[in-house]
């Protein structure tokens, strides 16, 4: 019998990785606490919940300014310095895990769904052209890209409802609804599916599932989410 995807963890007590000590606290909406005094994070803007004074708050220029500029995606994410802790929350029920990156390793996260990071992380994009067109109505999406280049480091992503993860042996494969998945191993491989289904004279609707074939993890998130991308 093939596994089933587990549930990840959804709290944390003074876990350090990386160089980095962060908590995980809530039920129906979660808050991610980080010390930055030995490792600065850069997050998203507008998640901001409380911070110490001694904290201080800067604006980090992400790589590829002008081709981010056309796509549509953030030229900015925020970033901490400074001496203490700082407390982020979106503003949404969901589910916040901490994907721990060895040097080397590279996520792959669907789109608005990064929440924070250590500075030893990357942050690109890639653009995902035409699955939109059949699922949202727009000429792609954008996968975000996280490559731990500087060492070992602390990615955490947002998910809505429970976040279970999947881990697919070589060859093996899932079936995961457009909005339900959350983040892939770069080994991963995705590619969508569309079934026509039908019933006589009753006409028909299409089926679209994204297809994911190991090796590697996948994310799946319980609450499906789509968001209205365009070109």
Do not use: C
């Not at 590829?64 to 796509?71: D, E, I, N, P, S």
């Amino acid at each position: 019998m093939a596994e089933l995807p587990r549930l990840m963890p959804s709290s944390a007590e003074s876990e350090t990785f990386g160089g980095v000590t962060y908590h995980l606290g809530g039920e129906l909406v979660p808050v991610l606490t980080v010390d930055v005094l030995y490792a600065s994070v850069y997050f998203e803007h507008h998640i901001l919940l409380w911070k110490h004074p001694t904290v201080n708050i800067g604006l980090k220029p992400m790589p590829g300014a002008l081709k981010r500029m056309v796509a549509g995606m953030q030229v900015f994410v925020t970033e901490t310095s400074g001496d203490g802790m700082i407390a982020f929350s979106r503003d949404g029920a969901g589910h916040i895990l901490a994907m721990h990156m060895e040097k080397g390793r590279e996520l792959h996260v669907r789109e608005h769904q990064f929440l924070a990071a250590t500075s030893s992380i990357d942050y690109s994009f890639e653009r995902v052209k035409g699955v939109a067109n059949m699922m949202f109505g727009g000429t792609g999406f954008f996968i975000d890209k996280f490559h731990s280049h500087a060492g070992d480091g602390v990615l955490w992503l947002h998910g809505y409802g429970n976040v279970f993860e999947k881990v697919l042996k070589p060859g093996e494969s899932i079936d995961i609804e457009p909005g339900g998945w959350l983040y892939k191993d770069a080994s991963v491989r995705m590619e969508t599916r569309v079934d026509r289904l039908t019933s006589g004279l009753l006409g028909g609707m299409n089926l679209i599932l994204n297809r994911f074939t190991g090796p590697g993890r996948v994310g799946i998130q319980s609450m499906y989410m789509h968001y209205a991308t365009g070109g």
